[in-house]
């Protein structure tokens, strides 16, 4: 039995709750709600979401509900067409279940709620240029969501995002024809993205790259006869994997044989000084 389970059952002013007060006494006897598991009335919201997703039908009947948990759960199974006002809500958490399950066309404004996870939902609700004023937003979670979500045409705008985890999103879904601008980004995590779809033809931009994880993503996808550089890089991880792919291919034998440094002799016609 969790925590949750053996948790005392009150109500959202921490009162006890009683089932010979509620309301619902005849789905209590059919086994559709229980205290301390499933209820309407108690201030814990996985209590509450038992009871609305055991009895749907009763969401609509608690929308304007004074404990804001049981209207958010309200706002998950109410019919949409009764959400409205919701948006409107002093809580954020309603603001942003009305915000989740109404048609994008009416949730537009909330791009700009004043809280992050209204504006969060009202991106993953948008989609064009309605998302738009998202890439610009103070926080970085409405930007990622914005970024996933916005046509591939769009993602130029994006990627000099000051989180480099907005540019790695960014270089997951930029066309490709735009990636090898991002070769050069500060955060190597961003860099190994671009290594992982970089055409092959363009691959050889990071094979001298200063993280080892991006070199190791050039190794593993680059063209075989494009792998000699990194017979020689630092890392044995990364040698290994050029020596294993290039042995793959006979008629490159000869990257693997051992490199004997030979001097060059001077040319005698060239070596005595004129006379003078």
């Known amino acids: 039995m969790s925590e949750e389970d053996l948790a005392a059952a009150l109500d959202w002013k921490g009162r006890p709750v009683r089932c010979r007060e509620c309301d619902h006494q005849s789905i209590n006897a059919a086994g559709l709600c229980a205290k301390g598991r499933a209820c309407i009335r108690d201030r814990r919201a996985r209590r509450v979401e038992r009871f609305l997703s055991a009895n749907p039908e ?55 709620d004043e809280d992050i996870d209204v504006r969060i939902a009202a991106a993953s609700r948008l989609t064009g240029q309605d998302l738009l004023p998202a890439i610009s937003d103070e926080a970085y979670m409405v930007r990622i969501t914005a970024v996933r979500r916005m046509p591939a045409e769009l993602l130029p705008l994006v990627r000099h995002d000051p989180d480099p985890e907005v540019r790695a999103w960014v ?8 990636l090898p601008d991002m070769c050069f980004d500060p955060d190597p995590l961003v860099r190994r993205e ?30 075989e006869e494009e792998l000699e550089p990194l017979l020689d ?3 044995a991880t990364i040698r290994d994997l050029a020596r294993e792919r290039i042995a793959r291919v006979p008629q490159l034998a000869r990257l693997l044989e051992p490199r004997v440094m030979r001097l060059v002799e001077p040319d005698p016609s060239q070596s005595a000084e004129e006379p003078q």
């Open 58 to 112: 009763l969401a609509e009947q608690y929308l304007d509900h004074p404990y804001f948990e049981v209207r958010a759960g309200a706002a998950r199974y109410a019919n949409v067409f009764r959400l409205g006002a919701l948006l409107a809500d002093t809580e954020p958490e309603v603001r942003a279940m009305a915000t989740l399950r109404m048609p994008a066309d009416r949730v537009r404004h909330m791009i700009h």
């Open 194 to 223: 671009v290594a992982m779809r970089l055409p092959l033809d363009q691959l050889r931009l990071l094979l001298v790259d200063s993280d080892m994880r991006v070199r190791f993503a050039v190794a593993e996808r680059i063209a």
């Open 171 to 178: 270089a997951r879904r930029i066309d490709v024809r735009a």
């Open 233 to 235: 890089d630092p890392e």
